[in-house]
């Protein structure tokens, strides 16, 4: 086989190219043209791809295989002056898949420059982290190898995450000391802690694995025909990866212990449903954020309005006297 090179612009942009949704036709394409021609790449039962590159690396680099897209497919990809990429022709339905071709990207350059670590290529993320919740069930002895888990799939320009659904699953420690050499990297980084995340792979392993965060890489309104990619940052990404010591790292959270010290206050929706209803209403942002992260699409989520709305009508109904 062919390695297939991704290095420059070019190759994200064909990256991008791709609508893969999960377990599509082209998301397998793409996995074997991508991927499978990566020498030393190896595959799982589930299909998530592997590569290790030193000895016995403690560090895991994560993202995704698949995209948000009701058809899979070629998609027309453009990039403007200003270094953004977008869709030349976007409709609902489709996205452009920096989430998470941009974290691909970076992690097939830094294995064809020969960075330290072990590279995890996750299939079914946006179907709700499918691939790496398999590999928790199926294989935690991989897992229990790494002291970090690090993923290539957060919007913005600067966000370590300290929090997903699981609640704490990075120390304030660790994100200081990846923000900290992040910046150094780069004189136009501003990377720190940030509690905020939702829902990515290195959730899953947050049980197992100390320190488990998701690093920004410059997309913006992903799962839609809006999302764009900000390409100067993802390229000033790579170069500062690969420049990176991952030694320097600081690890200090226990995963035997589960916190959550950012959701307290919100013990007491968790109750019933009008509990859940009184807080989706007075944090409407949130909850879309956590649907958005969940893979749920608008026309998912109206369409199962709808037929709740449908359902209670029906119910109604069939109390009224005849």
Same mark, same amino acid.
């Given at each position: 086989?062919?390695?297939?090179?991704?290095?420059?612009?070019?190759?994200?942009?064909?990256?991008?190219?791709?609508?893969?949704?999960?377990?599509?036709?082209?998301?397998?394409?793409?996995?074997?043209?991508?991927?499978?021609?990566?020498?030393?790449?190896?595959?799982?039962?589930?299909?998530?791809?592997?590569?290790?590159?030193?000895?016995?690396?403690?560090?895991?680099?994560?993202?995704?295989?698949?995209?948000?897209?009701?058809?899979?497919?070629?998609?027309?990809?453009?990039?403007?002056?200003?270094?953004?990429?977008?869709?030349?022709?976007?409709?609902?339905?489709?996205?452009?898949?920096?989430?998470?071709?941009?974290?691909?990207?970076?992690?097939?350059?830094?294995?064809?420059?020969?960075?330290?670590?072990?590279?995890?290529?996750?299939?079914?993320?946006?179907?709700?982290?499918?691939?790496?919740?398999?590999?928790?069930?199926?294989?935690?002895?991989?897992?229990?190898?790494?002291?970090?888990?690090?993923?290539?799939?957060?919007?913005?320009?600067?966000?370590?995450?300290?929090? =997903?659904?699981?609640?704490?699953?990075?120390?304030?420690?660790?994100?200081?000391?990846?923000?900290?050499?992040?910046?150094?990297?780069?004189?136009?980084?501003?990377?720190?802690?940030?509690?905020?995340?939702?829902?990515?792979?290195?959730?899953?392993?947050?049980?197992?694995?100390?320190?488990?965060?998701?690093?920004?890489?410059?997309?913006?309104? =992903?799962?839609?025909?809006?999302?764009?990619?900000?390409?100067?940052?993802?390229?000033?990404?790579?170069?500062?990866?690969?420049?990176?010591?991952?030694?320097?790292?600081?690890?200090?959270?226990?995963?035997?212990?589960?916190?959550?010290?950012?959701?307290?206050?919100?013990?007491?929706?968790?109750?019933?449903?009008?509990?859940?209803?009184?807080?989706?209403?007075?944090?409407?942002?949130?909850?879309?954020?956590?649907?958005?992260?969940?893979?749920?699409?608008?026309?998912?989520?109206?369409?199962?309005?709808?037929?709740?709305?449908?359902?209670?009508?029906?119910?109604?109904?069939?109390?009224?006297?005849?």
């Amino acid at each position: 086989m062919t390695y297939c090179s991704v290095a420059g612009r070019a190759g994200l942009l064909e990256i991008l190219s791709w609508a893969r949704p999960h377990d599509s036709a082209a998301e397998r394409a793409f996995a074997r043209e991508f991927l499978d021609t990566v020498p030393g790449m190896t595959a799982d039962v589930f299909g998530n791809r592997m590569l290790a590159i030193g000895d016995a690396p403690r560090v895991m680099w994560s993202c995704h295989i698949d995209t948000v897209a009701r058809r899979d497919g070629y998609q027309q990809v453009c990039i403007d002056a200003a270094g953004v990429a977008a869709l030349s022709d976007g409709k609902p339905g489709m996205s452009l898949g920096a989430d998470d071709g941009a974290g691909i990207w970076i992690m097939l350059n830094m294995i064809a420059a020969g960075c330290p670590g072990f590279y995890l290529f996750h299939r079914g993320e946006e179907r709700g982290c499918l691939g790496s919740r398999w590999i928790e069930q199926n294989n935690p002895a991989l897992l229990k190898r790494f002291d970090a888990a690090i993923a290539f799939d957060r919007a913005d320009f600067d966000d370590v995450i300290t929090h =997903q659904s699981y609640g704490r699953t990075s120390s304030d420690a660790f994100a200081k000391s990846l923000a900290a050499a992040l910046n150094n990297l780069d004189p136009d980084f501003r990377y720190e802690p940030d509690d905020t995340g939702i829902y990515t792979d290195t959730n899953e392993y947050a049980g197992i694995i100390p320190e488990c965060s998701n690093l920004s890489v410059g997309y913006h309104g =992903q799962h839609g025909p809006l999302e764009t990619l900000d390409v100067r940052h993802c390229e000033k990404l790579l170069a500062a990866m690969l420049r990176f010591d991952a030694s320097r790292l600081t690890i200090a959270r226990d995963p035997s212990v589960q916190e959550d010290d950012r959701w307290d206050w919100f013990e007491g929706y968790r109750g019933s449903r009008d509990d859940f209803v009184e807080a989706v209403a007075e944090y409407p942002r949130l909850a879309a954020q956590i649907l958005q992260e969940c893979g749920i699409t608008a026309d998912e989520f109206r369409r199962a309005a709808w037929e709740e709305e449908m359902n209670d009508r029906a119910a109604y109904r069939s109390l009224m006297p005849l």
